[in-house]
């Protein structure tokens, strides 16, 4: 296990090849959302909290080092980096100001804009160039509406974002939905440490609702219960979170590249730390496999995937507007399915860590797909002959190049640009594809 905060060094190209039909039982890395939830949120608290199965990546390292230049105190086991113990601070920041670098980290820069609106004194929140094209103008809204001053480059729509805070005072504010759910998920962890009891009302159709679902999850388990009418409207009380030990679960989005390795290089895959009981929308990524022709088994904690008798999958329109970070997994199976694949209602890929549906588009062409790109959903013709070998670009997009690897797990001669990307959120993901049997090397 390497120490906390060191990543895995990638050369600048890897070569993939297929290992023939796969027989694994894997671990994947703990869930991002839920590290980065319980992370903020440990902060806050009063009293100690101790953080189990936590993610060991660059999103959750700027977080962290974002909690300790605010004042929290965020150590990890000695023996143990995905233990985290931390030290929350009630509710109130004890710096008057602080600059915070969250380099490529939407999750960080939308939960903790919210959050420095808690404290007293000027507080700055900036990242790298494509942090700076993610939109933020619907969360400023918000947060002025509950007494917060906040202004944002462009208009107030992108950062950098200059808070000058005095508290949040609560009361009632509106946020857009259709956009990200980050927003709503941002104001709902600040919530309890204003001044009164806080509402939240969604305009639009919100966007990636179980990813609301895990926030107010991790809410109740340090100990604040949030009224809610569906998906419309949120009522947080005034009062605070209680340190405690927290379990963080396996991430779904990466268990997903596990499961499509089954769909795609034959064989089967069992998950042993994503189960039944998960609570995270990408997790539904099976319900589409099943559909496509695989076998899926569930148990308690753990998921298991084979691929369907002679490996050809069968096609489909797939609605992902709820598990939209699955979106690439499915794009890259859908290659070897035996009729044109549809994935509806993804729109909001266009402002991820790049614009993801037209990234998607000019990868699978280059693979031999025939793809109609539409402002909010993908059309995939799969190739009729086995792709020549290719070079994928990954656009700096960890998901681009763990999608991708898994086409290099049924035909020879794909070559991942940049797979360093993939630190953002699994740093030993090409490391464990080659333990899960496929061939791995440097170009």
């Not at 903020?40 to 959750?60: E, K, P, Y």
């Not at 007494?147 to 609560?170: I, M, N, S, Y």
């Not at 549906?357 to 109609?372: C, D, H, I, S, T």
Request: net charge neutral.
């Amino acid at each position: 296990m390497l120490p906390w905060g060191v990543m895995r060094a990638y050369p600048a190209r890897l070569v993939l090849a297929p290992g023939g039909p796969v027989d694994a039982s894997v671990r994947v890395p703990g869930s991002k959302s839920l590290t980065n939830r319980a992370l903020l949120v440990a902060a806050l608290a009063r009293g100690r909290s101790s953080l189990r199965g936590a993610l060991r990546a660059d999103d959750t390292a700027v977080m962290i080092a974002a909690l300790r230049a605010l004042g929290a105190e965020v150590s990890a086991a000695p023996d143990d980096p995905t233990t985290i113990a931390v030290v929350g601070v009630d509710g109130h920041w004890p710096v008057p100001e602080a600059d915070l670098d969250l380099a490529l980290s939407g999750t960080s820069l939308r939960f903790l804009m919210a959050a420095v609106a808690l404290g007293r004194g000027r507080f700055r929140l900036d990242g790298g160039a494509r942090l700076r094209e993610r939109p933020v103008g619907d969360l400023v809204l918000a947060l002025r509406a509950l007494g917060a001053g906040v202004t944002a480059a462009g208009g107030d729509r992108f950062p950098p974002v200059e808070v000058e805070a005095a508290g949040l005072a609560g009361g009632t504010a509106e946020v857009a939905g259709d956009r990200s759910s980050q927003f709503l998920s941002g104001l709902l962890l600040a919530a309890p440490y204003a001044r009164a009891a806080t509402t939240v009302l969604v305009t639009g159709e919100l966007q990636s609702r179980p990813f609301v679902d895990l926030t107010l999850g991790v809410m109740a388990a340090f100990g604040v219960e949030v009224e809610r009418d569906g998906y419309l409207r949120f009522t947080v009380p005034r009062g605070g979170y209680r340190g405690c030990a927290y379990e963080v679960e396996g991430d779904a989005t990466a268990a997903g590249y596990a499961w499509g390795l089954a769909a795609m290089a034959g064989g089967r895959v069992r998950v042993e730390n994503v189960g039944a009981s998960s609570r995270q929308g990408d997790r539904r990524l099976l319900d589409v496999l099943r559909c496509m022709g695989c076998d899926v088994r569930w148990e308690a904690t753990a998921s298991t995937v084979s691929a369907p008798p002679g490996g050809r999958l069968r096609g489909g329109t797939f609605d992902l507007n709820d598990f939209p970070d699955q979106a690439q997994t499915l794009a890259v199976v859908a290659l070897a399915a035996d009729a044109p694949v549809e994935i509806v209602r993804v729109g909001n890929l266009r402002i991820k860590e790049t614009d993801r549906l037209r990234a998607l588009a000019n990868e699978l062409r280059k693979l031999g797909a025939r793809v109609e790109e539409r402002e909010d959903a993908l059309g995939i013709v799969p190739p009729s002959v086995p792709p020549a070998p290719v070079e994928i670009d990954t656009y700096g997009d960890h998901r681009m190049a763990m999608a991708f690897a898994l086409a290099g797990a049924r035909w020879p001669g794909v070559t991942i640009r940049d797979p360093a990307c993939v630190a953002k959120t699994y740093p030993a993901f090409f490391d464990d594809l080659a333990g899960w049997g496929v061939g791995v090397r440097a170009a």
